[in-house]
């Protein structure tokens, strides 16, 4: 933006130059402006002889030569350009006036209609344009045609599948089923021992809660039974499981899953982001806890997660949830301060270390 005004105070000062010296010359003499004349010719032609090519000319300088052949027989004097080019000058200066001059078409849409429209849009990923059209027109007051909301849709909106429908996105599916919805995945982690162990770990979607941890160095199907057993109880509200294409997951242990009333939902290939919430937890887990600690055996790493994975249901903050905690305990009562930014009186700040000291959990507690 700055470029861009920087470079139109230089053509107007360039084109102001130039008036200024126009007026000036219209305050010689006959005399004086012949005798100028005839000097500039005679530099020009020595210009020529040598045959130097001149620059090119830019839009400032086109427009000033275009202005001043209203006043003289120019034919003669051009020299730069061919006389066709002076002409093809002449006619982009017209029509660059006309095309300030008369604005065609309707007036553009506001800023804010148009980020109305993606909005609309993005959110209901199975309108058309004559469907956001009708609710900006019965439910707004806006009178947009169908062909101006097409305009400023996104280009991808309404694809759909291959019988050109469209369909439920993938983040609407996750949306509509979140407290009904756990995913899996498995995370690698290396001993002081450089012995390979293997976390399992299940996340329920809604609550953002680890329902389900374990630790193996042999995982196979039977034991993936196992914990989908440990994890789903008939009291349970889930009915659908996301998990990758990985081995471990055979069919013996989809029909398993299933077999608990569970729809098993597999992630596309190469397609991380579809379980991403179980992605970002493991990510969560790495950053927080297991970068900064070398687990000793598996029954130190079990010690490690089950302190952390507690302190994560049940002490750490989530920001997708409001903030909030995902299992916070029921006798968690805040109390309320008169000032935001002071702490009630009564109360003072306590603080407890987890994983001995790697992280801490702050609440309030009374004085003493």
């Not at 982009?92 to 849009?121: E, H, N, Y």
């Not at 690698?188 to 299940?202: A, E, G, N, R, W």
């Not at 987890?354 to 992280?359: A, F, K, S, T, V």
Request: aromatic fraction near 8%; charge should be positive.
């Amino acid at each position: 933006m700055k470029n861009h005004i920087s470079v139109m105070i230089e053509k107007v000062i360039s084109i102001t130059i130039d008036v200024i010296h126009f007026i000036g010359k219209l305050l010689q003499t006959q005399a004086s402006l012949s005798a100028e004349n005839i000097f500039l010719r005679k530099q020009l032609a020595l210009y020529k002889e040598r045959k130097q090519k001149p620059h090119r000319a830019n839009n400032e300088e086109r427009l000033v030569l275009v202005l001043l052949s209203k006043l003289f027989n120019w034919k003669n004097a051009l020299v730069i350009v061919q006389p066709e080019t002076f002409i093809k000058w002449h006619r982009t200066a017209f029509k660059r006036f006309w095309s300030l001059k008369c604005k065609r078409g309707r007036p553009s849409l506001s800023k804010d209609v148009r980020l109305l429209i993606k909005q609309m849009a993005k959110e209901n990923s199975t309108w058309g344009e004559e469907r956001i059209a009708d609710e900006l027109l019965l439910k707004i007051g806006l009178e947009v045609s169908p062909r101006t909301v097409r305009k400023h849709m996104p280009k991808s909106n309404g694809k759909g599948n291959s019988d050109n429908k469209p369909s439920q996105t993938w983040s609407t599916f996750i949306h509509n089923h979140m407290h009904q919805i756990i995913a899996c995945d498995f995370m690698t982690v290396v001993s002081i021992h450089f012995k390979i162990y293997y976390v399992f770990v299940v996340i329920e979607l809604g609550t953002r809660k680890i329902v389900h941890y374990n630790v193996t160095q042999h995982p196979n199907a039977q034991w993936a039974i196992q914990q989908f057993r440990e994890t789903i109880h008939p009291d349970n509200e889930y009915k659908y499981l996301i998990h990758d294409n990985d081995s471990i997951f055979s069919k013996a242990v989809d029909r398993s899953v299933e077999n608990m009333n569970v729809k098993v939902v597999k992630t596309a290939i190469h397609a991380p982001k579809m379980n991403a919430f179980c992605e970002r937890v493991i990510g969560t887990i790495r950053r927080e806890c297991l970068d900064h600690m070398i687990p000793l055996s598996e029954k130190h790493l079990h010690a490690i997660l089950k302190q952390w994975i507690k302190y994560y249901n049940e002490g750490r903050p989530h920001m997708s949830l409001g903030p909030g905690i995902p299992n916070a305990p029921p006798d968690n009562i805040v109390p309320l301060s008169e000032h935001r930014h002071k702490i009630p009186d009564g109360y003072q700040v306590a603080k407890e270390p987890i994983l001995g000291g790697l992280h801490h959990e702050y609440s309030f507690k009374k004085a003493a």
